[in-house]
């Protein structure tokens, strides 16, 4: 049983063949547990869904969203109006298919705004750390002290009603989040062996920052984000069921609420329905979200 | 832990501070002339000017925010626009109101969550556990104002099991005011007609502000719990022979609702928000209302004032959680120390 | 020894269902625990030795299942009995320390009710004042300085040994028949393992309690133990005495572990290792599951797997090189 241990030695091939069956691996699990949570996918479908109905809204609308039709004002669902129609005559079903294009809009838009600003102050404060870290993280406390709605309603009725203004608004409302998030991470890398390895060879912070830095901060981001998409689409709906959000005539879902409010008892449909549509889609993306987070969580990939 | 109340207090006061810059930013932008409000829309442009420098607001900002902030300090938070009152004392007539339906919101979320939370961890992964979850899912998805119009819509005008937005029956009168909270001042002036009207308005507002709130405590009751039965601590007591009930119960769920209640305790500042938009819809007359009013109308020293409180009230309240966290969770402060 | 057989583990099969397959943790362990004899438990990580302790309190947590076997305790098949009736036993004749003390206690308890716990758990007439004052008196037999105070402590605030003495004293203040003890000395350093390993000895004979030690240390089983079972990917290749089975190992597998210890090796020599690798328990092999690795595998080792073959009354190995043997088979018939 005497056996010599033979050396090894390092075959670049071998380990690279061995890291992209690694990575396909990973893959193919995480493809198998999405497969398995049969919300997770009720999310992604409804998500697509969402993007679709956007995308091909004239194809799907049977009428054009402004268009007043005032003799066939307030009527119930039929053939003709899927969802009935409003107070001043207009599809709501047709309403309710644009709309999908105004609150995709609106959640990207914020998203693009909120995001990449949280992630700067964050990696810059977790970085730098010291008297940019606290400057930075107090202003994001100061903004955090504010339950997200009243801060976005304060800061959208200060800069006047309408859905650019809203989505100015409720980014304000979210950034600091990512900040504190991208903060968070980027201590947690910072003294990684590899990041210090980055230093010893000369590289300069915003190399590293940008570079090294950011990557590794993405994945727990991303997951973020998609859990807050939900919170912003309401937000933006709550924001236009108040008036301070879109105006009419767009066809926001949180205004066409409103707009229906004083309609509730007989014509309930011009209130609801809108609604439904926006429950439906946050619960999509929630439920995305959580996949997401489950996929990438590593305990859930051993059982 | 002295030590760690210590630091915490100095963070909240720059916090604090922080927030009436940015209050008093807000009013900087806000499209409207107080002025030109107060002189009225006739008043030749001299009366305006004259206006300006007796109130100071020719003076650079930095003395205005000086001034602001001395106002304050003292109470002041100006009159408002809408009423005619000061701030300050509508506030005050308006919070008990939004105390109450905030409560019995929390006392909904927490009776119905936690259960939830625990009955989807131990029987993780089950179709009751997938149940709860799409609850709690639907109750974090749904829009507050939606469906305060549609349980309106249903238990109200079409079943008419509960009665119409409001606080009371409009016959009823209200009770000498000692705290402000119906449910109290009414029991303890014993007019239990009032109380059970009371009551009975609560219902409706107080689910719907729960619901979102209930979704809430669940989800970390339940990914709480999942975290403390992975546990060794529960493995040993599942070695000494106990019952699967007392290890849940005695050993888990202590633990796990640590970070439960810390949800529970945020949940109670976030139903300011949620109160906005509820109390519009069932006509409730409390803080959410007046704000949401004093938002559309750009009423500036409400919108101003309230904010600001707001924020304060919130910034407290999650202090106060924290410490409860800390004072829970014996690690924390030994570890911090 | 004479002592009577307090714990017979026959064929024991466990599986663990995975996203990629199923793992065969336990392939047909089969051991033999006597009256007040510490029996080692010893293997590589991975080899099944904590997965054998969870079945034989059967506290393997779904998707995981036996399969397979018979776990006789005192006479009594453990795996037919009722979830109530292994509750009575769990705690009370059956106990289990396990390696990290700090994290095995519940931290928001203080560490003395944790110990009375037990008490009351079991006896039902036991008064909240007697058992907490039972519990005193077991943290001090475990020598554990200022008793009264530390049972008022919580568990962060103990060191690694105190809070493993305060474990022991959890799991000894039963007087259980068995106490099961997974690497209880892996997570102090090495002073502190020293000791707790001598107040274990004296525990047992004062108890007398029979110990099942899970270890990878072959030291710390050479200086505790009686008698000692090796493992080997999910079943036991060998067991015996310890002076039999490490002065004289016989199987493979053994003898190549005991040669990977550094006695007297020349500084510029290499270190021996077996070669190979431990096989995948996804898919384990038909044969010997050490087959692949061993210098003496014949044709037949890959194509069964070779049962316990006893060599002298407490000696059997689990090697076709041995078939035949001079003693009794031991498996599910041998009357041993």
Same mark, same amino acid.
Request: contains cysteine; positive net charge; glycine residues 8%.
């Given at each position: 049983?005497?056996?010599?241990?033979? &050396?090894?030695?390092?075959?670049?091939?071998?380990?690279?063949?061995?890291?992209?069956?690694?990575?396909?691996?990973?893959?193919?699990?995480?493809?198998?547990?999405?497969?398995?949570?049969?919300?997770?996918?009720?999310?992604?479908?409804?998500?697509?869904?969402?993007?679709?109905?956007?995308?091909?809204?004239?194809?799907?609308?049977?009428?054009?969203? !402004?268009?007043?039709?005032?003799?066939?004002?307030?009527?119930? &669902?039929?053939?003709?109006?899927?969802?009935?129609?409003?107070?001043?005559?207009?599809?709501? !079903?047709?309403?309710?298919?644009?709309?999908?294009?105004?609150?995709?809009?609106?959640?990207?838009?914020?998203?693009?705004?909120?995001?990449?600003?949280?992630?700067?102050?964050?990696?810059?404060?977790? !970085?730098?750390?010291?008297?940019?870290?606290?400057?930075?993280?107090?202003?994001?406390?100061?903004?955090?002290?504010?339950?997200?709605?009243?801060?976005?309603?304060?800061?959208?009725?200060?800069?006047?009603?309408?859905?650019?203004?809203?989505?100015?608004?409720?980014?304000?409302?979210?950034?600091?989040?990512?900040?504190?998030?991208?903060?968070?991470?980027?201590?947690?890398?910072?003294?990684?062996?590899?990041?210090?390895?980055?230093?010893?060879?000369?590289? %300069?912070?915003?190399?590293?920052?940008?570079?090294?830095?950011?990557?590794?901060?993405?994945?727990?981001?991303?997951?973020?984000?998609?859990?807050?998409?939900?919170?912003?689409?309401?937000?933006?709906?709550?924001?236009?069921?108040?008036?301070?959000?879109?105006?009419?005539?767009?066809?926001?879902?949180?205004?066409?609420?409103?707009?229906?409010?004083?309609?509730?008892?007989?014509?309930?449909?011009?209130?609801?329905?809108?609604?439904?549509?926006?429950?439906?889609?946050?619960?999509?993306?929630?439920?995305? %979200?959580?996949?997401?987070?489950?996929?990438?969580?590593?305990?859930?990939?051993?059982? | 832990?002295?030590?760690?109340?210590?630091?915490?207090?100095?963070?909240?006061?720059?916090?604090?501070?922080?927030?009436?810059?940015?209050?008093?930013?807000?009013?900087?932008?806000? +499209?409207?002339?107080?002025?030109?409000?107060?002189?009225?829309?006739?008043?030749?442009?001299?009366?305006?000017?004259?206006?300006?420098?007796?109130?100071?607001?020719?003076?650079?900002?930095? @003395?205005?925010?000086?001034?602001?902030?001395?106002?304050?300090?003292?109470?002041?938070?100006? /009159?408002?626009?809408?009423?005619?009152?000061?701030?300050?004392?509508?506030?005050?007539?308006?919070?008990?109101?939004?105390?109450?339906?905030?409560?019995?919101?929390?006392? @909904?979320?927490?009776?119905?969550?936690? +259960?939830?939370?625990?009955?989807?961890?131990?029987?993780?992964?089950?179709?009751?556990?997938?149940?709860?979850?799409?609850?709690?899912?639907?109750?974090?998805?749904?829009?507050?104002?939606?469906?305060?119009?549609?349980?309106?819509?249903?238990?109200?005008?079409?079943?008419?099991?509960?009665?119409?937005?409001?606080?009371?029956?409009?016959?009823?009168?209200?009770?000498?005011?000692?705290?402000?909270?119906?449910? /109290?001042?009414?029991?303890?002036?014993?007019?239990?007609?009032?109380?059970?009207?009371?009551?009975?308005?609560?219902?409706?507002?107080?689910?719907?502000?729960?619901?979102?709130?209930?979704?809430?405590?669940?989800?970390?009751?339940?990914?709480?719990?999942?975290? /403390?039965?992975?546990?060794?601590? @529960?493995?040993?007591?599942?070695?000494?022979?106990?019952?699967?009930?007392? /290890?849940?119960?005695?050993?888990?769920?202590r633990n796990a609702l640590v970070p439960t209640v810390t949800v529970i305790g945020l949940t109670y500042g976030g139903l300011l928000e949620g109160s906005v938009l509820t109390e519009t819809i069932f006509s409730w007359p409390g803080l959410g209302r007046y704000m949401a009013n004093a938002f559309l109308t750009l009423d500036l020293n409400t919108i101003v004032g309230g904010t600001m409180l707001v924020a304060f009230t919130f910034c407290v309240v999650n202090l106060g959680v924290d410490l409860l966290y800390a004072f829970l969770n014996p690690k924390i402060t030994y570890t911090a120390s | 020894m004479a002592d009577e057989l307090l714990l017979d583990v026959q064929d024991l099969k466990v599986e663990f269902p995975t996203l990629r397959g199923t793992i065969h943790a336990l392939q047909g362990v089969t051991f033999r625990l006597h009256r007040r004899e510490t029996l080692g438990l010893a293997g590589e990580t991975g080899c099944g030795k904590s997965v054998t302790a969870l079945a034989i309190l059967r506290l393997i947590s779904p998707p995981g299942r036996i399969s397979h076997g018979r776990i006789l305790f005192e006479g009594r098949d453990l795996l037919a009995a009722s979830e109530a009736e292994m509750r009575d036993l769990r705690g009370s004749q059956i106990s289990m320390i396990l390696q990290e003390p700090k994290m095995s206690l519940n931290p928001v308890i203080r560490v003395g009710a944790q110990v009375a716990?037990? *008490?009351?758990?079991?006896?039902?007439? *036991?008064?909240?004042?007697? $058992?907490?004052?039972?519990?005193?008196?077991?943290?001090? =037999?475990?020598?554990?300085?200022?008793?009264?105070?530390?049972?008022?402590?919580?568990?962060?605030?103990?060191?690694?040994?105190? $809070?493993?003495?305060?474990?022991?004293?959890?799991? *000894?203040?039963?007087?259980?028949?068995?106490?099961?003890?997974?690497?209880?000395?892996?997570? *102090?350093?090495?002073?502190?393992?020293?000791?707790?390993?001598?107040?274990?000895?004296?525990?047992?004979?004062?108890?007398?309690?029979?110990?099942?030690?899970?270890?990878?240390?072959?030291?710390?089983?050479?200086?505790?133990?009686?008698?000692?079972?090796?493992?080997?990917?999910?079943?036991?290749?060998?067991?015996?005495?310890?002076? =039999?089975?490490?002065?004289?190992?016989?199987?493979?597998? =053994?003898?190549?572990?005991?040669?990977?210890?550094?006695?007297?090796?020349?500084?510029?020599?290499?270190?021996?290792?077996?070669?190979?690798?431990?096989?995948?328990?996804?898919?384990?092999?038909?044969?010997?599951?050490?087959?692949?690795?061993?210098?003496?595998?014949?044709?037949?080792?890959?194509?069964?797997?070779?049962?316990?073959?006893?060599?002298?009354?407490?000696?059997?190995?689990?090697?076709?090189?041995?078939?035949?043997? =001079?003693?009794?088979?031991?498996?599910?018939?041998?009357?041993?």
């Amino acid at each position: 049983m005497i056996s010599e241990p033979a &050396p090894h030695t390092l075959d670049l091939t071998e380990a690279r063949r061995r890291r992209a069956e690694a990575r396909w691996r990973y893959l193919k699990d995480s493809y198998v547990l999405w497969r398995r949570n049969r919300l997770m996918v009720l999310g992604t479908s409804i998500v697509l869904g969402l993007l679709l109905v956007a995308a091909l809204a004239p194809l799907l609308a049977t009428h054009n969203p !402004y268009e007043q039709i005032l003799n066939d004002r307030l009527l119930a &669902p039929s053939a003709k109006y899927w969802f009935g129609t409003d107070s001043l005559g207009r599809d709501i !079903y047709s309403r309710v298919v644009y709309g999908a294009r105004v609150t995709l809009t609106i959640a990207l838009l914020v998203a693009a705004i909120s995001t990449p600003l949280g992630m700067l102050m964050g990696i810059v404060a977790g !970085y730098l750390g010291g008297l940019a870290d606290e400057i930075l993280m107090r202003l994001a406390d100061v903004f955090l002290a504010f339950p997200r709605l009243i801060l976005a309603i304060a800061f959208a009725a200060a800069l006047g009603p309408g859905v650019e203004n809203a989505i100015v608004a409720i980014a304000i409302a979210h950034w600091p989040s990512y900040a504190r998030l991208a903060r968070a991470e980027t201590l947690n890398v910072k003294n990684n062996d590899y990041i210090q390895a980055m230093r010893v060879l000369g590289a %300069g912070k915003a190399r590293i920052m940008a570079g090294h830095i950011l990557p590794l901060t993405l994945s727990s981001i991303i997951v973020r984000m998609s859990l807050d998409m939900g919170t912003i689409i309401l937000t933006a709906a709550g924001l236009g069921f108040l008036g301070l959000g879109a105006q009419p005539p767009m066809p926001e879902w949180g205004l066409m609420v409103s707009d229906g409010r004083q309609f509730l008892v007989d014509q309930w449909w011009v209130s609801t329905l809108p609604g439904l549509a926006i429950l439906v889609v946050v619960m999509g993306f929630n439920l995305l %979200g959580d996949g997401i987070r489950d996929v990438l969580d590593p305990r859930q990939r051993q059982a | 832990m002295g030590r760690y109340l210590l630091r915490r207090l100095v963070t909240l006061t720059i916090t604090l501070l922080g927030i009436m810059v940015i209050t008093f930013f807000i009013s900087l932008v806000i +499209p409207m002339d107080p002025l030109a409000a107060l002189a009225g829309p006739q008043a030749p442009q001299e009366t305006v000017d004259r206006l300006r420098t007796l109130y100071g607001f020719d003076q650079p900002l930095y @003395v205005q925010f000086g001034r602001y902030a001395n106002r304050l300090l003292h109470g002041d938070l100006g /009159v408002s626009f809408q009423t005619g009152r000061p701030v300050f004392q509508d506030i005050l007539k308006y919070f008990p109101a939004t105390l109450e339906l905030a409560t019995f919101a929390i006392l @909904v979320g927490v009776a119905l969550g936690i +259960p939830l939370g625990v009955l989807s961890a131990v029987y993780r992964n089950s179709l009751l556990d997938q149940f709860c979850r799409l609850l709690s899912l639907i109750g974090v998805s749904t829009p507050v104002f939606w469906l305060g119009l549609v349980l309106l819509l249903i238990f109200y005008y079409k079943l008419g099991w509960f009665p119409e937005p409001g606080r009371l029956d409009i016959m009823l009168l209200e009770p000498s005011r000692i705290t402000g909270v119906l449910l /109290v001042d009414s029991a303890v002036a014993r007019d239990w007609e009032v109380f059970w009207s009371a009551l009975k308005h609560l219902v409706l507002p107080a689910s719907v502000l729960g619901l979102t709130g209930m979704a809430g405590i669940a989800r970390i009751t339940r990914s709480s719990m999942l975290e /403390v039965l992975s546990q060794e601590y @529960v493995k040993t007591a599942r070695i000494k022979g106990l019952g699967e009930f007392l /290890v849940i119960t005695r050993h888990a769920l202590r633990n796990a609702l640590v970070p439960t209640v810390t949800v529970i305790g945020l949940t109670y500042g976030g139903l300011l928000e949620g109160s906005v938009l509820t109390e519009t819809i069932f006509s409730w007359p409390g803080l959410g209302r007046y704000m949401a009013n004093a938002f559309l109308t750009l009423d500036l020293n409400t919108i101003v004032g309230g904010t600001m409180l707001v924020a304060f009230t919130f910034c407290v309240v999650n202090l106060g959680v924290d410490l409860l966290y800390a004072f829970l969770n014996p690690k924390i402060t030994y570890t911090a120390s | 020894m004479a002592d009577e057989l307090l714990l017979d583990v026959q064929d024991l099969k466990v599986e663990f269902p995975t996203l990629r397959g199923t793992i065969h943790a336990l392939q047909g362990v089969t051991f033999r625990l006597h009256r007040r004899e510490t029996l080692g438990l010893a293997g590589e990580t991975g080899c099944g030795k904590s997965v054998t302790a969870l079945a034989i309190l059967r506290l393997i947590s779904p998707p995981g299942r036996i399969s397979h076997g018979r776990i006789l305790f005192e006479g009594r098949d453990l795996l037919a009995a009722s979830e109530a009736e292994m509750r009575d036993l769990r705690g009370s004749q059956i106990s289990m320390i396990l390696q990290e003390p700090k994290m095995s206690l519940n931290p928001v308890i203080r560490v003395g009710a944790q110990v009375a716990e037990t *008490l009351l758990v079991h006896d039902k007439t *036991l008064s909240r004042r007697a $058992a907490a004052e039972r519990a005193v008196e077991m943290l001090a =037999t475990l020598g554990i300085p200022d008793p009264q105070r530390v049972a008022r402590r919580y568990p962060h605030e103990l060191s690694g040994g105190m $809070a493993q003495r305060v474990m022991i004293a959890m799991m *000894l203040v039963t007087r259980p028949k068995l106490l099961i003890a997974d690497e209880p000395t892996s997570a *102090l350093d090495v002073t502190i393992q020293a000791q707790i390993l001598e107040l274990m000895k004296a525990l047992k004979r004062e108890i007398q309690t029979a110990v099942l030690l899970i270890t990878h240390d072959l030291g710390v089983m050479a200086e505790t133990c009686d008698r000692v079972a090796v493992m080997y990917a999910g079943s036991v290749v060998e067991q015996g005495s310890v002076r =039999t089975v490490l002065k004289r190992p016989q199987h493979p597998y =053994t003898q190549g572990l005991l040669k990977t210890i550094p006695n007297d090796v020349a500084p510029d020599q290499l270190l021996f290792s077996i070669r190979g690798q431990v096989p995948s328990l996804l898919a384990p092999p038909a044969g010997c599951a050490f087959a692949p690795r061993c210098d003496r595998a014949m044709p037949e080792c890959v194509q069964a797997v070779p049962p316990q073959y006893g060599l002298e009354a407490d000696h059997h190995v689990a090697c076709f090189l041995h078939r035949g043997g =001079t003693a009794n088979r031991h498996d599910a018939k041998s009357p041993i």
